[in-house]
């Protein structure tokens, strides 16, 4: 799936972030990722086409979007209201629904529009030490879009950062991108291979490549993470393998994202198969038993023959 020269979709406009970056932010999603990671957090974001999402809680049942519907589309009797298989995504449904039960994600805006919008929180960022994140998805499919919005933020003294999972073409990346980026969250998932291609439905080696060449740029700030899926990502095994990785490339230091479960309601609303993973945050005690897991593994890494970078 190639973005290079597709006018990218974006799902939400995060404004007033304290999560993504250093001071207050606005966070830009963007629709289309290469991956499909089973345990995304914004199944949202994967598709780069226009989707309708449609939220039960909402639904007063009041029939309106079925008759809005040109193509039969709209089932009242069935769990997850559209036959996907139908539907045009042409959104009268949700243009019909007075209890916004179905929405179209997903939204073109110019570099220009985009800009204006980013720009209301200038002073926010200026006061704060903030500035603007790019994240998807993943933004780095469209570098002909967000590399000239990275230099319009940048012409007007904002801080800018991406976030990436590293799969993405590194000439271009470099050539369109970079130069315009302050920081660089690179996430890092699984480490073994075929456990990677299982979860994430790609392989990684692109990703790490893509990570080693990185951490060796003059002037670039990267920041490795990995997020905390239970089960998955936080196994002693796959944190100690993560942490070897990113010592042999170079990279100083690590940091977790929280589980987040709020994925699994929107994988169901957008009718996609919803994942086997707790529906709850978890209990801040566990959490943090893995965050002092893996501050563990870095500490004994940093303490062999060939530490990690200092």
Not at 182 to 203: L, M, N
Not at 223 to 252: F, K, M, Q, W, Y
């Amino acid at each position: 799936m190639s973005g290079q020269n597709k006018q990218p979709l974006v799902v939400d406009i995060k404004r007033h972030s304290l999560e993504d970056g250093p001071g207050i932010r606005s966070v830009v999603f963007f629709k289309g990722c290469p991956a499909s990671c089973m345990f995304c957090q914004n199944p949202e974001t994967q598709n780069p086409e226009t989707e309708i999402v449609f939220r039960a809680a909402r639904c007063i049942g009041c029939a309106s979007c079925g008759k809005a519907c040109r193509h039969g589309a709209i089932d009242l009797a069935m769990v997850g209201r559209i036959h996907r298989d139908r539907c045009s995504r042409c959104g009268n449904c949700a243009l019909a629904c007075p209890s916004s039960a179905l929405e179209v994600v997903g939204k073109a805006y110019s570099v220009e529009a985009l800009t204006e919008i980013l720009m209301l929180d200038y002073h926010y960022y200026r006061h704060s030490g903030g500035g603007v994140t790019l994240s998807g998805g993943e933004c780095t499919m469209y570098p002909d879009f967000v590399g000239p919005l990275l230099k319009s933020l940048k012409q007007n003294s904002v801080h800018t950062a991406v976030q990436t999972s590293g799969d993405f073409d590194y000439e271009s990346f470099k050539g369109k991108i970079m130069p315009w980026v302050d920081t660089v969250y690179f996430d890092v998932k699984i480490a073994d291979p075929e456990t990677h291609r299982q979860y994430i439905g790609r392989s990684n080696h692109l990703s790490f490549d893509n990570l080693r060449r990185l951490v060796s740029e003059p002037g670039v700030e990267v920041h490795p993470r990995i997020p905390l899926i239970p089960g998955i990502t936080d196994s002693n095994e796959n944190l100690s393998a993560i942490v070897e990785l990113l010592a042999d490339a170079g990279a100083v230091d690590v940091t977790m994202i929280p589980y987040n479960p709020m994925g699994i309601e929107m994988a169901a609303g957008l009718g996609h198969k919803v994942p086997p993973l707790p529906e709850t945050f978890m209990k801040p005690a566990d959490e943090k038993a893995i965050y002092e897991k893996l501050r563990s593994l870095v500490q004994r890494r940093r303490q062999r023959a060939v530490p990690l970078p200092q």
